[in-house]
């Protein structure tokens, strides 16, 4: 097992920053386009059940809702999978900022072995 120097420890630190960067830009992005998602989602839902409502026919709620369901199963797709993707960067986020603690800790420790 290699030690790292403090310059590669420095390097790393940049490494991780500019990708903690980038990563918390594209979190913006995604979270951003997940609400407009579920917004299109619901909106799509609830106008489909208004319609079958409208429409007259005698169903009960469930089968409104099951129509509604089935007429919005595209755009709860997109929804679910922009969520999913927000999550993922989420944690990637998470990760990042370990990793970044750890270099920090790793980098003071060095510091403190060289004085």
Do not use: P, W
Not at 16 to 33: C, N, P, S, Y
Not at 61 to 75: C, K, N, P, V, Y
Not at 100 to 111: I, K, W
């Amino acid at each position: 097992m290699r030690v790292l120097s403090q310059v590669e420890v420095e390097e790393r630190i940049c490494n991780v920053l500019e990708e903690l960067d980038r990563r918390t830009h594209d979190f913006d992005d995604i979270a951003k386009r997940a609400a407009e998602a579920e917004a299109d989602y619901r909106l799509d839902h609830a106008r489909t059940i208004l319609a079958v409502i409208h429409h007259g026919d005698k169903q009960t709620a469930l089968e409104r809702g099951a129509r509604a369901d089935i007429h919005s199963a595209q755009t709860h797709k997109d929804y679910l999978t922009l969520k999913a993707s927000r999550d993922s960067c989420r944690e990637s986020l998470v990760s990042l900022r370990e990793q970044l603690n750890a270099l920090r800790t790793l980098a003071a420790n060095q510091r403190a072995l060289v004085s």
